[in-house]
């Protein structure tokens, strides 16, 4: 089907039941299912041609992995926003409201778009797919967005990994897979070898795989699955991209993904059918033999070529609770998601050179985790080295509220981790909310030049934001 037959056959939808975004926020609380069947991909078929098989128009890039799944889309949507290229995103999963997951560009859909795309999808859910989850229903929603505003392809991130996500129903264009560690952050190699198996699972014949894995057995084993498969096997992420200090050293290779998926993308589909100009920094003009005319010099004098380097440059990696610096709160407050090993180092590494670039008055963390999500003994090594560079603290608090769809529950103990923290003479104190530990932080240090970090799990961002919008009311 056309695009312009798809965007006639959906306008000609007959009108369905209104829901409110509270009411469609319910619904999606309730379906979310904490594993992926069969059935999953088939009810994403079966929404997807009941809509009007949108998916068959779009062109799809997923993104699964460890961690920077979602710092990779960010980029990538940005640096098609430099050549004026759109893009459409599906993130995962969101901190305040669903509509924080779907994007086009840069920009988050409207309450209004979201409420009424979803009422349409959850009418087909009622009807052809009663089985589906919020996955499927969040996927429809993206891929809808996605065609009717003029967008040619769009990025997924890949929530967990799982030979039945519902997306495996559909080949990529491109399967990026940032990292891949243990579900703790261990690299036991049993574990990865299932990992990388089943998030291989999502590429098909012709989908170029795009890595930032640095572990060489990882790697291999990508390749092998990928000719297997008859992907298109592309060289794996070597060096990081020129980042403003200090985003290079903790996020680099994220944008060095973004930038491999961009190239890719652009060589495959667009390339071929338009004329390199000086205004794009991913095609590149050819050069001309011979000394450049007088002509040509003012040329590039008054229109000067853009370049990648200068683009990175000026891009900083901000993005809501992945390392976000919230430096208009007194004190400063930096947010995380990170909920794994790999994660946690490397957002404490991120602070560490923030408090190299300028020291800080007092680091306060304050930390929420699920239980088993953090294995203790290497847990227990970061904090060490953490503290002992930084001099900083730690406020330990219980997961109490946990946000749909980001697989977290059951909080940790609270009381046993501090008594282990305290054990190693780092500082250390138990809450037994997240707004007491946070009141605390925020008295522990200097009001103009400390920081609170609020890390550990995607729930206890969430539990920051909950806080604002009741201080706010």
């Known amino acids: 089907m056309s695009l312009q037959e798809l965007k006639k056959t959906t306008s000609a939808a007959k009108a369905v039941a209104m829901r409110t975004y509270q009411d469609i926020a319910a619904y999606l609380d309730a379906r979310w299912s904490s594993a992926y069947t069969a059935q999953s991909k088939h009810s994403l078929i079966a929404l997807d041609k009941a809509l009007g098989n949108p998916s068959q128009t779009l062109k799809k890039v997923y993104v699964a992995g460890t961690n920077s799944k979602s710092l990779t889309i960010h980029f990538t949507s940005r640096l098609f926003g430099e050549e004026s290229l759109q893009c459409g995103a599906l993130y995962a ?95 036991k190699q049993e574990e990865l070898n299932q990992e990388i198996f089943e998030v291989m699972q999502l590429a098909g014949s012709g989908t170029h795989v795009i890595t930032g894995d640095q572990t060489k057995h990882s790697v291999s084993c990508m390749q092998k699955l990928a000719e297997e498969k008859k992907c298109v096997w592309e060289m794996p992420i070597r060096k990081l991209v ?137 847990f227990m090594k970061i904090l060490r080295y953490f503290a002992k560079k930084t001099g900083g603290m730690v406020a330990i608090c219980p997961v109490q509220e946990f946000v749909p769809g980001s697989y977290e529950s059951d909080s940790w103990n609270a009381e046993t981790m501090t008594n282990n923290i305290k054990g190693l003479k780092i500082k250390a104190k138990m809450f037994k909310t997240f707004v007491e530990a946070y009141n605390y932080a925020a008295q522990s240090v200097d009001s103009k030049d400390g920081l609170v970090v609020i890390t550990g799990s995607k729930s206890i961002v969430h539990a920051y934001w909950n806080l604002q919008k009741q201080l706010a009311a």
């Open 242 to 378: 020129p980042l403003p200090y200090p985003y290079e050293q903790i996020h680099g290779r994220a944008a060095a993904l973004a930038e491999r998926i961009s190239q890719t993308y652009v060589k495959k589909f667009i390339e071929p059918f338009i004329a390199a100009t000086t205004t794009s920094v991913l095609i590149k003009t050819k050069g001309k033999k011979g000394r450049p005319t007088l002509e040509a010099k003012k040329e590039l004098e008054l229109n000067p070529q853009k370049t990648l380097d200068q683009f990175w440059c000026k891009t900083i990696a901000q993005l809501s609770g992945r390392f976000e610096l919230l430096a208009q709160e007194k004190p400063n407050v930096l947010l995380d998601t990170a909920s794994n090993l790999d994660a946690i180092e490397n957002v404490l590494f991120g602070v560490r050179l923030l408090h190299y670039q300028k020291p800080l008055k007092g680091i306060t963390l304050v930390i929420g985790a699920t239980a088993k999500n953090l294995e203790q003994e290497t």
């Open 93 to 187: 999963p969101h901190i305040r409201l669903y509509q924080e997951r779907i994007c086009i560009g840069t920009q988050e859909i409207s309450e209004k778009a979201f409420v009424d795309l979803a009422c349409e999808v959850i009418e087909k859910v009622e009807t052809v797919a009663p089985d589906a989850s919020s996955t499927e229903i969040l996927c429809m929603i993206t891929m809808l967005h996605s065609v009717r505003n003029n967008v040619e392809f769009a990025l997924f991130e890949i929530d967990k990994f799982s030979q039945n996500h519902p997306l495996s129903a559909f080949i990529p264009d491109i399967l990026t897979i940032t990292r891949v560690t243990g579900k703790m952050g261990t690299e």
